[in-house]
């Protein structure tokens, strides 16, 4: 007798190299399933923030046109996975439900239980890799044990095969339609008050919108991708992570239409070094998810114990005039606002604003996440994690403490004509090249000029940065030799 199969999606919205569809499809079963299950409460404090959910919208919407397109349907139902899937199992009759595996604390402990609870009603499971290139328990040190340094992480594995992307089908077979769903509405993913419209012009989600952006970088930007990839003001690097946040492209995917293209442009040395670059930037991805996979604990807690004690500041205000961009610097109000407007910020930005908050300002890294968390649309556990205890210097392969970005040097160096700053703080627009960093330095008639009163115009800046580098350094003095 042929049998059912639920592929239950998550976050890998895509057709192609989608392999729980693939063995679906290569399964003897005459009906697929497919279903999202909305379940934010089994995530904890991780579920989607704001501007992932608007992410999420879009990304459904695309992915049930294209099962739509190929003759199947996508379910949308919302409750605890372990309900959901009893209730669908009842009415569709499925024997087996098929999955790819995700590596958040959370998202694990609650796949373990979904699977127990399949397994003792006799419903065949099955979970494939289809988020990384390799598992993160594959991959470990020589004296056995998880790495914590990225450089020999990514030497271990960087020559390591990575598995064939495999095709998207072209059909799938039709869902009864007596197997209800709820509407994509319901779930009401997007803001009631329209304050999406920047991320919303800015993106087109899912998986055609990730392979255009590929394309794109691959004819405009991996060239000179080295050079380009630290200026904010140039279109550099990729922007390919809200598209691996929701698994609408995957690693596998970028890595083999990167060498690829290297074939069709006869590989040069040049290129290839360019590419591998680029290349080492998915390794970081891969690393940070081995660090979560391993240290459970991080997106909560310092991987280095000695910062559990730190100083840190209770600034409320601070923290609030860093998340509005009003702290009076220009390459952090900038890239705060970016990051407000587009629900996305560079990486140089990402590593300015975290040292400003949690050097310059001492405030906590656990807020500075919590906040991006919220607004960025790529916004990913591990990747965030990752980050903001590099940019904190308490996580693996951090910065260290006394590494101080100041971000008046950084806009010299990285936007030396200050057009990314003009872009996002408009009302220093008109300030000279060279006071535009350091508004607060420009002689009175270089402000009259440019028609800005410093403290009306454009805040006074909230710290003096030398000072509070002082600072900063003295209370990490406190800590730094504990055990
Ligand atoms: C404080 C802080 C917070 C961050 N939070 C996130 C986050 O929530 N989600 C997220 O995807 N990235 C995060 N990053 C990493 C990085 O800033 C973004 O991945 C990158 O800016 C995305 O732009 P892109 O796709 O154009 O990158 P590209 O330069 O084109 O890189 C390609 C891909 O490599 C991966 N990648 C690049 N840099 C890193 C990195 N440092 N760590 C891990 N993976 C990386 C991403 O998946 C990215 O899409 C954070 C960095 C910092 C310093």
Redesign the pocket.
């Known amino acids: 007798m042929k049998e059912r199969v639920i592929i239950w999606f998550r976050r890998d919205l895509r057709l192609a190299d989608n392999p729980a569809l693939r063995a679906a499809l290569d399964g003897d079963f005459d009906s697929i399933v497919p279903v999202y299950i909305h379940a934010p409460h089994e995530l904890g404090d991780w579920a989607p923030g704001a501007a992932q959910r608007v992410w999420l919208h879009d990304s459904l919407t695309a992915f049930s046109d294209a099962l739509e397109a190929l003759g199947s349907r996508l379910l949308i139902r919302r409750g605890d996975t372990t309900d959901v899937l009893d209730t669908l199992i009842a009415e569709s009759g499925a024997t087996s439900v098929y999955w790819n595996r995700l590596y958040d604390p959370l998202t694990i402990a609650r796949d373990k239980k979904v699977k127990q609870h399949l397994a003792d009603n006799d419903i065949e499971t099955a979970s494939f890799k289809a988020h990384l290139l390799h598992e993160p328990w594959t991959v470990e040190t020589k004296q056995g044990g998880p790495y914590k340094v990225f450089t020999p992480f990514w030497k271990a594995i960087k020559n390591r095969a990575v598995d064939t992307p495999l095709a998207a089908p072209d059909a799938l077979p039709e869902v009864w339609s007596r197997i209800g769903s709820e509407s994509l509405a319901s779930l009401e993913l997007r803001p009631k008050i329209g304050w999406d419209r920047g991320i919303r012009e800015t993106w087109s989600p899912g998986e055609d919108g990730a392979h255009e952006r590929l394309e794109t970088?691959l004819a405009d930007a991996l060239e000179t991708y080295d050079e380009a990839?630290d200026e904010p003001a140039r279109p550099g690097?990729?922007?390919?992570?809200p598209h691996?946040?929701w698994g609408e492209i995957g690693p596998r995917q970028i890595v083999h239409r990167i060498e690829e293209w290297l074939d069709e442009h006869r590989e040069t040395k040049t290129l290839r070094t360019q590419a591998d670059s680029?290349l080492s930037?998915?390794g970081?991805?891969e690393f940070?998810h081995h660090v979560l996979y391993h240290f459970p604990t991080t997106p909560d807690e310092p991987l280095d114990a000695r910062f559990k004690d730190f100083p840190w500041a209770r600034d409320h205000e601070a923290l609030e005039r860093w998340q509005q961009g009003q702290t009076g610097i220009p390459m952090v109000d900038a890239g705060m606002r970016e990051l407000w407007e587009t629900g996305y910020v560079?990486?140089r930005l990402?590593?300015t604003v975290?040292s400003f908050l949690t050097k310059n300002l001492r405030v906590a890294w656990q807020h500075?996440e919590r906040w991006?968390w919220d607004t960025?649309v790529?916004?990913?556990l591990a990747?965030?994690t990752?980050?903001?205890q590099?940019?904190a210097g308490c996580g693996a392969d951090a910065a260290p403490f006394f590494r101080i970005f100041n971000p008046a040097r950084q806009g010299e160096r990285f936007d030396a004509n200050g057009e990314y700053v003009r872009r996002w703080v408009p009302e220093l627009a008109k300030l000279e090249d060279r006071h535009i960093h350091e508004p607060w330095k420009a002689p009175a008639k270089a402000l009259d000029t440019a028609n800005i009163t410093l403290g009306d115009d454009y805040p006074e800046p909230i710290v003096d940065l030398k000072e509070s580098r002082r600072e900063a350094l003295a209370a990490f003095d406190e800590i730094k030799n504990d055990k």
């Open positions: 970088f990839r690097t990729s922007y390919l992570s691996l946040r680029f930037e998915i970081w991805r940070a560079h990486n990402r590593m975290a500075g991006f960025l790529d916004a990913d990747n965030n990752l980050g903001w590099w940019a």
